[in-house]
């Protein structure tokens, strides 16, 4: 069974900062990896995802996550965050198509908090 | 395309009542899933289908819920009766399931407040 780990529940970060988002995953197989953003009373945005090829995956927002096979882990930074940046963030994963279709599992989320 | 379509954005009902969510998926999208939100909780997977059909149900806290799917365009979930501990964001999600993988995308989610 897969599962996410998102070791910080609340990350307070000071305006032009930069910021990483702590992921790890657990999965017996092969993954795919993906962090959402949920700005307040909205619904679930992609960020970026990581299917395969290049570990260093760049998304929308100046966002870029790095995946770690070793590490089991896809952590999210931004080098300058801005008050807009201000959402819960959610680390997913799933399995390859071709090993069935699976739903998204989420971690619990952070919550990035910027100061100004 | 205007996305995943959940309705109502906000209900809020007594203990005991039935209470119904409405979905409607991205057209050309065949796979379906239904998600609740809570602070303690986070993110959890209650039900999802694929071309219509029900996979995986293990997610549903108990019999009081319960999901449909009649057609590709339309799913409901519906409580009954329902509990202040029902109280939750429940989003609805599709995505288009083929040989490679295809985002999935999220609608805006209902808020249920159970008095």
């Known amino acids: 069974a897969q599962s996410v780990t998102q070791l910080d529940s609340q990350v307070p970060v000071f305006e032009e900062a930069p910021v990483e988002l702590r992921c790890n995953y657990s999965s017996s197989v092969s993954v795919y990896l993906f962090w959402y953003v949920q700005y307040p009373n909205q619904g679930l945005q992609l960020l970026l995802k990581y299917l395969s090829g290049s570990t260093l995956v760049k998304g929308i927002n100046g966002f870029e996550a790095e995946f770690n096979k070793s590490q089991t882990s896809f952590h999210l930074r931004k080098p300058s965050v801005h008050i807009s940046d201000t959402a819960e963030y959610f680390c997913a994963v799933t399995q390859p198509a071709s090993s069935g279709n699976t739903p998204l599992v989420f971690g619990k989320g952070t919550r990035l908090s910027v100061i100004a | 395309d205007a996305g995943v379509i959940q309705s109502p954005r906000h209900e809020v009902t007594e203990m005991g009542q039935e209470v119904t969510l409405r979905c409607k998926p991205i057209?050309?999208?065949?796979?379906l899933f239904w998600y609740r939100q809570t602070m303690m909780r986070g993110l959890e997977l209650l039900i999802y289908?694929?071309?219509?059909?029900?996979?995986?149900d293990s997610g549903m806290p108990e019999d009081r819920f319960s999901a449909k799917m009649p057609n590709a365009s339309f799913s409901t979930l519906k409580i009954q009766p329902s509990e202040p501990r029902d109280s939750a964001v429940y989003f609805c999600?599709?995505?288009?399931?083929?040989?490679?993988?295809?985002?999935?995308?999220f609608g805006p989610g209902t808020r249920l407040t159970v008095l």
């Open positions: 057209s050309g999208h065949n796979s």
């Open positions: 289908f694929n071309n219509n059909v029900p996979i995986d």
């Open positions: 999600a599709s995505r288009r399931d083929s040989g490679s993988y295809n985002e999935q995308f």
